[in-house]
Each structure stands twice: as C-alpha cells, then as structure tokens.
C-alpha cells in the first residue's frame, strides 16, 4: 500500500487562503466567514464545498501557525462534519448549514465529566449554540438554550471562550441524537486536528526562533553559531517533520476509511512531545523575551502546552501505542 502526503490542490490553495486572511484581520472567525473558508470544509450535504479532512486539515495548520483561536476544529471540523455525516436532513438544515456560514457555533464535549453532568474548560463554550455530547457511542446535540443547560465562561491561561458546561439531564429525544459511531467518528477527528493544530504552532515558533537565532549577538557573533543553540534548532527541526509526518499519515488512513488506531496515537504522541520540546526550546533560546507576555512567541508557547495538554500528554499516548501494538501482536499470532 502506498501511502500518500502530497497535499491536494484545494489544500494548498485553502492553506494559502488562510494565512492570507489571518494576516489581514483581527476578528478572524467573520473573515474566514467571509473569504468561504468555512463553507469549503463542510460536506456538500450542508451546503459546503465538500472538501475533505485533508484540506481542513490544510486550515488548521494555518490556524496553528497564526496561534488563532478561531473554533474551526470545534465548529467545523467536528461540529458540522459530525452532523452531516450522521444526521437527520432536518437536522443538517437547522444545524449545519447555519454553521457552515458562521451563523451558529458548534463545539464537542469530548473530556470526561469532573462531575455527575458538569464539564470544564469546553473549548468555544461560552460562545456557542449547541454542544455535541458523546453519550456511550451516539452523540446528543443540546441546545445552549435549552431548559436545565448552565454555561459559565472559563478563560483559561490563553484566554477567554472556554466554558463549563452543566446539564441537568440529558435529553435523548430521537431528533436531538447522532447514531453510533458519531462518537468514535468525533473523537478520531479531534486528536488529528489537534496534531495539525500543534503541527502549525511547532512549524511557527520554529521560524521565530531561527530567525532570532540569526540576528541575535552574543560575544560578537549570532547565537545560532553556537553548537549548543544549533543543536537545539537542529532537534526541534526534527521533532516538527516528525509530527508532519505522522499527522499526515494518520489523517490519510483515516480519510480513506482505513486502519489507523496505531497512526492516530503515533501522531498524537509525536504532537504532545514534539510541541512540548519545540515549545521550550523557542523559549530558551530566545532568553529573557521568551517569557515576556507581549512577545509573540510567548503566544505560541502557551498555545502549544494547550494543546498538548489537551493530547494527554506523551507518556499516556505511549502506553496506548503499546497497548494496540500488543493487542495487535496478540490477533496476528492467533
């Protein structure tokens, strides 16, 4: 089987869309709106363009490399995809389409409950229309609006948007309810656009860090010289092919319907601990103003160790990696 990471040219030409228009705006949600990014990633049932996880995957690197908090993974990617794929045509009118033109915001509630019927730190919660909650293997669409829901916005390290989400009960009406396998269709989807988030962080701070590497002296050459500093560089180059590499691996398997348990987690390992190692090493090598809050790759800092936390951290994607790997083993020789 070939395996191929050559990105398609609607890709390309949304990535290069994108950071075009995240260069030019500071409320990014209504711009990408506007310019028909939105509607590009979203299934032609919603009234999208019909685009492919490939290229949303193309904007959310964009959106990694801007450090934007724009909901377009939540809103989307998850939001809109998961409804038309799985829902109903009267769900997909009231829902979806609206959200396909940045007329309603979606989020998924992908965490565990801290108690019975509260989550935290929602991402877009405090914003959002409706909230997609996985329930066993279907998915449950609540209305903000609707009796018994509390939100309260979070903000969180890097800012405000998040929320807590509490639900008195939760309402499994045939018409609120996505079929099984929405949840699992949710939650594969969220760790790779999250590693094409991280991918995009990890590419941006990179370039910021190489370039204040070139220009920045110290005993009369750039500090880049140095073989300490040009060693960290060359490490932290690494760890971004690396999580290239297996973000587009998993997200090709996935698109094409194939096998990816073992991709998905390589990926996500690899986006955990390459972000974290790329994160730090852009803060130390930029010295004093690595830690200032007005400097832009304190931004990317931040934005990094979210997502990263939001992986699971390196450790537990390791022992998931083995646990397949050995159950795999275990099936073959059976």
Known sequence: ????????????????????????????????????????GV?????????????????????GRAASPAPYLESIVLGTGAIAAFGTDAQVRRWAA???????LIT???????????????????????????????????????????????????GPGAAELELASLRRDEDRLLPPPAARWLADRAIVGLCALQLGVAERALELTAEHAKTRQQFGRPIGA???????????????????????????LLDAGLPCVAEIATAKFWAAEGGHRVAHTAVHVHGGTGIDVSHPVHRYFTAAKR?????????????????????????SSD
């Open 1 to 40: 089987m070939t395996v191929d990471f050559s990105l398609t040219l609607p890709a390309l030409e949304l990535s290069s869309l994108t950071r075009s228009v995240l260069a030019d705006c500071t409320d990014p949600w209504p711009a990408l709106a506007a310019a028909g990014i939105l509607a590009a």
């Open 43 to 63: 299934p032609e049932r919603a009234g999208g363009d019909g685009y492919g996880l490939i290229d949303q995957l193309a904007v959310l690197v964009e959106l």
């Open 98 to 104: 609206p959200a396909a033109h940045g007329e309603l």
């Open 108 to 158: 998924a509630v992908l965490e565990e409950p801290y108690a019975a019927g509260i989550w935290a730190a929602v991402p877009s919660g405090a914003t959002a229309g409706l909230f997609l909650v996985p329930t066993g293997d279907e998915v449950a669409c609540v209305l903000a609006d609707d009796p018994g829901v509390t939100v309260r916005p979070q903000e969180l390290i890097d």
């Open 226 to 252: 140095f073989q300490a500093v040009a060693q960290r560089l060359a490490d932290a180059y690494i760890d971004v092919e690396a999580m290239r590499l297996t973000l587009w691996q998993a997200a090709w």
């Open 307 to 331: 997502n990263e936390f939001a992986l699971g951290g390196a450790t537990t994607q390791l022992r998931r990696l083995g646990t397949e790997l050995a159950a795999s083993a275990t099936s």
